[in-house]
């Protein structure tokens, strides 16, 4: 091969692998999750890993009571769970899976966020040694405080 082609060849390859890099940083979306949890929850720390192993960078903040973190982001208190997290101008409370999570960022839909009330046993977090899992739905809120269901879990087959 003539040395000039070899350069070339390379030069191309060179900036098509650098362009594509650049276009991979710049479509993913950030994944940047602040956690609000209080001091004694075991079953958040399983979400915040959960969330981490997922690919989630999370910051933590240890409050009483998460009451004022919920109403102040529009999530009603009939969703609470014992954990809010809080992601690009969304709310997600109490053990959303972290597809659900990635899916709503994609999707981008107008709503206050994710939840999924209570603390279902199988949802992340909530794993119990014996396998159990109940079925349960992620709810996307709406600005109104409706809810529609967004993903459902664990369905029996």
């Not at 529009?74 to 899916?103: F, K, N, W």
């Not at 405080?145 to 087959?157: E, K, S």
Request: proline letters at 8%; glycine letters at 10%.
């Amino acid at each position: 091969m003539h040395p000039t082609l070899n350069r070339r060849v390379l030069l191309g390859v060179g900036l098509l692998v650098g362009m594509g890099g650049t276009a991979c940083a710049q479509t993913r979306p950030a994944r940047n999750l602040t956690v609000f949890k209080t001091p004694t929850c075991a079953c958040c720390d399983g979400w915040i890993a959960h969330m981490r192993e997922s690919g989630f960078t999370t910051t933590i903040t240890v409050l009483p009571d998460l009451q004022s973190v919920r109403s102040s982001r529009g999530m009603p208190d009939a969703l609470a769970s014992c954990h809010t997290g809080v992601i690009d101008g969304y709310v997600v409370e109490g053990h959303v899976p972290a597809q659900d999570v990635i899916r709503l960022l994609a999707e981008r839909p107008r709503a206050v966020g994710l939840a999924v009330p209570a603390m279902p046993l199988g949802s992340p977090g909530m794993e119990t040694p014996q396998g159990h899992k109940d079925p349960y739905d992620t709810l996307l809120v709406l600005a109104s405080g409706a809810t529609r269901v967004f993903a459902r879990h664990n369905q029996p087959a």
